[in-house]
């Protein structure tokens, strides 16, 4: 099964989350903290703390890190975080939808608001861009040892849609509903990934010129460094040449 240039978001991400480890690792912790909120501290039994755990580990966060997440969400006085998310257009016309977790939400919407019209953009209402993306379940799987197509069958079998192999590193989506599938079937097959996430996946993507899709870039990047901001999501055509920057 290929890949299509839309998965290209995706990778992007995973990129320029790499070289802030500092940051993913922030952005990790307050997802366990809010899972550990919502349904406790026993991983067992919170499929969302698993779920974050997991992704800890796929980013090498140490293991008292990950402890002293657990213990931050169980204590009363911690901060209480609320997800919230935001959709507007970016400069030509791209759309942005960005999903936060916060500890105060005026700042938030503010924060973002200021980032768009920085470039030319503006934060509209939200579900004004549901038609544009489509929840799916992305996971990245190191190769390793692993049999290509033994491994292609038994994700398949799970609800795979789309399985790329680069880099030795495999990327799989599955519909939102086959999420939860998909990760019982790497837990059977002792695989962990080296994230796992629903992500919003553009159902197509829009083609500017190169001059003005490196201040796009530079706009998702301003976004992601926002504190608040868990994820960013784009309909914006990443071409080889504004990879290679």
Same mark, same amino acid.
């Given at each position: 099964?290929?890949? &299509?240039?839309?998965? $290209?978001?995706?990778?992007?991400?995973? @990129?320029? !989350?790499?070289?802030?480890?500092?940051?993913?690792?922030?952005?990790?912790?307050?997802?366990?903290?809010?899972?550990? =909120?919502?349904?406790?501290?026993? $991983?067992?039994?919170?499929?969302?703390? =698993?779920?974050?755990?997991? *992704?800890? +580990?796929?980013?090498? /966060?140490?293991?008292?890190?990950?402890?002293?997440?657990? *213990?931050?969400?169980?204590?009363?006085?911690?901060?209480?975080?609320?997800?919230?998310?935001?959709?507007?257009? @970016?400069? &030509? @016309?791209?759309?942005?939808?960005?999903?936060? #977790?916060?500890?105060?939400?005026?700042?938030?919407?503010?924060?973002? =608001?200021?980032?768009? *019209? +920085?470039?030319?953009?503006?934060?509209?209402? *939200?579900?004004?861009?549901?038609?544009?993306?489509?929840? +799916?379940?992305?996971?990245?799987?190191?190769?390793?040892?692993?049999?290509?197509?033994?491994?292609?069958?038994?994700?398949?079998?799970?609800?795979?849609?789309?399985?790329? !192999?680069?880099?030795?590193?495999?990327?799989?989506?599955?519909?939102?509903?086959?999420? @939860?599938? /998909? /990760?019982?079937?790497?837990?059977?097959?002792?695989?962990?990934?080296?994230?796992? $996430? !629903?992500?919003?996946?553009?159902?197509?993507?829009?083609?500017?010129?190169?001059?003005?899709? =490196?201040?796009?870039?530079? #706009?998702?990047?301003?976004?992601?460094?926002?504190?608040?901001? %868990? %994820?960013?999501? &784009?309909?914006?055509? !990443?071409?080889?040449?504004?990879?290679?920057?």
């Amino acid at each position: 099964m290929s890949g &299509h240039n839309k998965w $290209s978001t995706i990778k992007r991400k995973k @990129g320029a !989350l790499d070289a802030k480890r500092s940051k993913i690792f922030s952005k990790i912790i307050k997802e366990i903290t809010i899972a550990v =909120r919502e349904g406790g501290g026993d $991983s067992d039994g919170n499929p969302r703390l =698993r779920l974050a755990i997991a *992704n800890a +580990k796929g980013a090498s /966060m140490p293991k008292e890190t990950i402890q002293r997440a657990i *213990n931050k969400g169980s204590e009363k006085d911690a901060a209480v975080l609320t997800e919230t998310t935001y959709e507007g257009k @970016g400069p &030509h @016309g791209i759309a942005f939808y960005v999903e936060c #977790l916060t500890d105060n939400t005026q700042r938030t919407v503010s924060n973002i =608001r200021s980032y768009l *019209n +920085k470039y030319g953009g503006e934060l509209g209402k *939200n579900g004004m861009l549901n038609y544009l993306f489509e929840r +799916k379940g992305v996971f990245v799987v190191p190769k390793g040892d692993l049999n290509q197509e033994e491994f292609e069958m038994e994700v398949i079998d799970a609800g795979a849609e789309d399985i790329e !192999l680069e880099e030795e590193v495999f990327t799989i989506t599955t519909a939102m509903e086959d999420f @939860g599938n /998909m /990760m019982k079937k790497l837990e059977d097959l002792n695989i962990e990934p080296e994230s796992a $996430s !629903l992500q919003r996946i553009p159902k197509s993507t829009e083609t500017i010129d190169t001059e003005n899709a =490196r201040k796009v870039l530079k #706009l998702i990047d301003l976004i992601e460094e926002d504190d608040d901001v %868990q %994820q960013v999501f &784009h309909n914006l055509t !990443l071409t080889d040449e504004l990879m290679e920057d």
